[in-house]
C-alpha cells in the first residue's frame, strides 16, 4: 500500500506498536465495525503509539519526531496494523515517557472505554458503590483502576487465581464468578459496568433506584431498558470515540502511578494471524500488542 499522506490539521505517525482489541477481530470475522468500514481488504487496529513522521501547515501540537499515542478514527478505519497511519492530530496525545510502545499502544482504546464509562457515562462520584463484572480483562482492569482513582467503593468479578492482583489494582472486594453468586454480596449499588455483557437483568436486581448498569458490548436490548425504567433504573450501552479530554485523565492517572496497562504478549506485525487466534481463545486479561519493525 502506498504510504498515507496527511492534510492539514493531520499528522503522519510511524507505527511502533499498535493494540490488539476484541473488536478488531470480530470485525475480521465480519462483525464488530466491519458493516461500517465496506468490503475487504481492511486494514484493521485502532490503537496506535509511534513517533510523528510528518506535520503539515495548521498542525500546532506536535512536531516531526515526537512519540505520540492514541485511538485515531474510530469506529472509522485507521489501519493502525501497518507502518505508517494518518489522522487529525487531537486524536493523539504525547506519550507518557514511563511507558513503552507497547504498553502505549495497549491504552488507548480499553483506556478511554473505562475513562468514557467510569467517568462520562457514570459520573461516578466519590464514595460511590460500583460492581465490575469482567474486571480482570483488558478494558475491566483499567476501569478498576480509574474507579479507584476516583474515589469508588470497587467490587471486582473475576477468577479466584485473579482477587490477587485485582486488590493490587485498587479493588475493595472481589467476587469469584464461578463459585459466588454476586447478588449474595452486594446489593443498593449506585452502579455496575458488565463487561461480558450477559450479567444485565441480575445486575439491575443489586442496583439502587437511581442506580446505572453499563452494559458493554452487547449493549442494551428493549427488554432490558423496559426492566430497568420498571425498576426506577438506569441501563444503557456505550461505544468509544477519540477523546483527547480522556486522553489527557489517563496520562495524569499514568504519571501519578495510579493506572498501569498489562501487556500480556507482544507479536511481530507479520504474527497478526496467531496474535488473533490467541486473542479469540481467550487469555490471563490484559491487552496483546503488535510490534511493527
Known sequence: MPKPEPIPTEVQVRVHAAGINPVD????????MAGLLGEPPIVLGW?????????????????????????????????????YVTAPSRHFAAKPHTLSHEEAAALPLAGLTAWQIVVDTIQLEDGADLLIHGAAGGVGHLAVQVAKARGANVIATGRAEQAGWLRQLGADETIDYKSERFEDRVSELDAVIDFPGVYGERSLEVLRPGGILVSVPSGTSDEL?????QGERRATGILVEPDPIGLGGLIHLVENGQLEVKVDGVFDLEEVAEAHRQAEAGHDGGKLVLRVP
Request: charged share 25%; aromatic share 12%; glycine share 14%.
Open 25 to 32: 477481530f470480530k470485525t475480521r470475522a465480519g462483525r464488530g
Open 47 to 83: 490503537d496506535v503509539s509511534g513517533t510523528v513522521s510528518a506535520v503539515p501547515p495548521g498542525v500546532t501540537r506536535f512536531k516531526v519526531g515526537e512519540e505520540v499515542f492514541g485511538m485515531p478514527w474510530f469506529p472509522r478505519q485507521a489501519g493502525a496494523y501497518a507502518e
Open 225 to 229: 431498558l423496559a426492566k430497568a425504567r
